[in-house]
């Protein structure tokens, strides 16, 4: 099968370490390894980690003046909207949706393409896809990883919001299938496209290849001084809702419960400066390593470093991720600790591959890391059990169930 490929969000940089980068290369990967010929077409290849076996077009999305005011005029804006930085960046992708469809078709004809299916990433203010899908009479699968417009109102500001709204529900209408990475996300899809639209839920995955006990993680031990010392680890990025604060406090109340050990996490954002501080505390001083962010290719080396990690997400009532860091772990053999929140439940099977606790509880947070890491057979079984369940999660076994709703629409 031919698949193109479209992921038209320049905020995922195809080579880059954010999950939603990971998850583009896992899937492009896993349809190679299946015999599928895949053309990428992104607007942001980025950089450090090794491309996916893909034939690979950028197109940039493009910000001249002359061509966000043409937006707004086409748009019926008024001219003081270009005063506005977050609305000439949404001008910069409507524009940017608007020219997809023709570049598309010309990088086909270039390439000699011809698709059995469009495979496309949602993204923002984008739904031109299905236009590319209705002009090649194939298939469109569009995957939704979140509620887009209200995850942009929230954290990083919308101002166009009534064309986004528009875009989405176009796109969403416009797909053959919807592929949600989660329920909650299935929900959202559904309440915007109406109960027609086919929806449904594949999570989150790995690559159970480049997992493993095979991992480099004495060598990361070593080059941290851990030696033998008991390991907490984290993976991820140190926003807010992704509780690396509220870790450090589950920890340090533990006392001599864990007391000889070593927190290790992983990542980089914006709470990095706070963490620092706090984990220079009396209470914590000395145990808590923040070696910043590594490419992914090198995550198994870290997951291996560890006895345990934890994904110590905040409350939230609208829980809607599908977390990447928890399979990955899973296949690193290592038990996770979780809060019992959205999917998150379906992933760690309590007292089998994980702890369970309840979400916001820092006091059971706490008491689940300490109950498995002063159990080390029992943590060393658990592992075990984790590795064995991961196989659940391939991601080969994950594209092929997407790719058997590649079926061509029945107006075509």
Known sequence: MKILYLNPDRGIPVCGDKGASVHVRAFITAAAALG????????????????PPA????????????????EATLRALPETTLDDTIARRELARLAYDREFPAQVMQILARENFVPDVVYERHALFHQTGAEIAARLGVARLLEVN??????Q????GLCLRRLAQAAEQASYQGASTVIAV???VAAH???TAGPSCEVKIVPNGVDLTRFGPLNAGAVIRAKLNINAAPVIGFIGSFKPWHGMGFLLDAVAAQGANLGTTRILAVGDGPDLAALRERAAAPDL??????????????IPDWLAAMDVTVAPYLDQPDFYFSPLKIVESLAAGKPVVAPAIGQISQLIQHGETGLLYEAGDADSCGAALATLINDPSGCAVMGHHARRAAAGWDWTALVAKILNHARVPVSA
């Open 36 to 51: 599928h010929e895949v053309l990428l077409v992104c607007a942001n290849l980025g950089a450090g980690n090794a491309p």
């Open 146 to 151: 979140a509620p887009l417009i209200e995850e």
């Open 153 to 156: 109102a929230r954290f990083r």
């Open 285 to 298: 001083a000395g145990r808590v390593i923040l070696p910043g962010r590594v490419a992914h290719a090198e």
């Open 189 to 191: 899809v559904q309440d």
């Open 55 to 70: 034939r690979i077009v950028e197109l940039p999305v493009r910000s001249e003046p002359a061509l966000l005011r043409a």
């Open 182 to 184: 989660s329920a909650a």
